[in-house]
Nanobody, 117 residues
Framework: VQLQASGGGLVQAGGSLRLSCAAS????????MGWYRQAPGKQREFVAS???????NYADSVKGRFTISRDNAQGTVALQMNSLKPEDTAVYYC????????????WGQGTQVTVSS
């Protein structure tokens, strides 16, 4: 397993959760790290990403509520999720991608986030 995600759970609307993803040494510290999510019956969608240089990108649906951060030395990436909404309910996957062409190289195993109304 190259990427190990953790931190999911059940939270009420308006609450917060923090997801973490630990990368093995096979994952290049130069890779772009990110999070996607997949809700039941829907396609997997982009949530946020962070380059090794610290540039971040967010889906419009999470801007202002979610914050991605990474520790290149530790090989970890985190997703702080605040003001959660029921529509944020999904399985969240971390990934690593080629920093030059954005091709996904590795996927984590996914962690369930459930937001109750």
């Amino acid at each position: 397993v190259q990427l190990q995600a953790s931190g999911g759970g059940l939270v009420q609307a308006g609450g917060s959760l923090r997801l973490s993803c630990a990368a093995s040494k096979r994952v290049s510290r130069l890779d772009t790290m990110g999070w996607y999510r997949q809700a039941p019956g829907k396609q997997r969608e982009f949530v946020a990403s962070a380059t090794s240089g610290g540039n971040t990108n967010y889906a419009d649906s999470v801007k202002g509520r979610f914050t991605i951060s990474r520790d290149n030395a530790q090989g970890t990436v985190a997703l702080q999720m605040n003001s959660l909404k029921p529509e944020d309910t999904a399985v969240y996957y971390c990934n690593s991608a080629n920093p030059h062409n954005s091709r996904i190289k590795y996927w984590g195993q996914g962690t369930q986030v459930t937001v109750s109304s």
